[in-house]
């Protein structure tokens, strides 16, 4: 007997479940029919797969490697099928596309707009994920594109630079400091409290370095995982937090305080799998970031997308 798709696709399951009765549940099968399956496929490659003997069931060493292949496998007919439906006249086809935080306040809807509005045809899925795991999905093939920082990368994402994103110290009306227009020395950073992007996520890391870079130790109060959450926090407090320049300039209640020295700027990406499959949706879309997303964030104003 040879091994079948389903065969691979139970063998994971198994594995990522580390339980018959999970991995049942999840595949919509009987137990037994489960275990009637992997015996099968153990039997055909000669090899104990899973190792069924402690309280969770977990992949031998030969399960460990043939599971390396099985998923492999699995990615590239995966990506197999979406190459066959993928029609190059961009009349219809699938995009999936993963953002840091930040910019979903202020890039990712006036660049999904403007797609939607030249190809519609085209189904968009967006996720809001950190850097690490835009990385992650992608070379899972999980996602398409990803639109994260530049820096160093993990082995398989190539990244294309987009623009550069500024970024300063923001109140709101509340604030002491809210319309001050004679730069904050750094150190004075201490006296204040401040609401910040959790220590998931590459602005909040950016803004560690900084702080301790120039031995500064501001109390931080407020840790959240959306930028929405942190604007809607500092436009009602006496909070400070730290921002693009591109989402504080949109936000009416909000203001900048300038700092010296000013915090420094970093480099905007678009990242994809090298190698995959690139499909015609996935181009179009990377011509439109490359073209429509400009250096000062975001979308040119003088030349609206579209």
Known sequence: MQPE???LRYLLAVAEQASFTRAAEELRIAQPTLSQQIKQLEKALGAQL??????????TD??????????RALRDLAAGERAVLDVRDLSRG???????????????????AAF????????VEVRE??????EAELLADRVDLGIAFEGVHLAGVEATGLFTETLGLVVGPAHPHAGRTEPLPVDELTDHQLALLSGDFATRRHVDTYVT?????????VEANSVSALTEIVRRTALATVLPDAVTRDHPHLTPVPLSPALPSRGVALLRRTGGHRSAAAEAFAE?????????????????IG
């Not at 994920?129 to 835009?134: E, F, N």
């Open 50 to 59: 899973l190792d069924r003997t402690g309280r969770t069931v977990r992949l």
């Open 213 to 221: 870079e120039h031995r500064v130790a501001p109390r931080i109060v």
């Open 129 to 134: 994920l950190t850097q690490d795991r835009i």
């Open 5 to 7: 798709l389903r065969h």
């Open 288 to 304: 439109l970031a490359a073209t429509e997303a400009v250096p000062g964030g975001g979308p040119d104003r003088d030349h609206p």
């Open 94 to 112: 699938h995009l999936r596309l993963a953002v840091t935080p930040t910019f979903t306040a202020y890039l990712t809807g006036p660049l999904v």
């Open 62 to 71: 030969a399960g460990e490697t043939y599971a390396r292949y099985a998923r």
């Open 116 to 123: 939607h509005t030249r190809h519609p045809g085209i189904t």
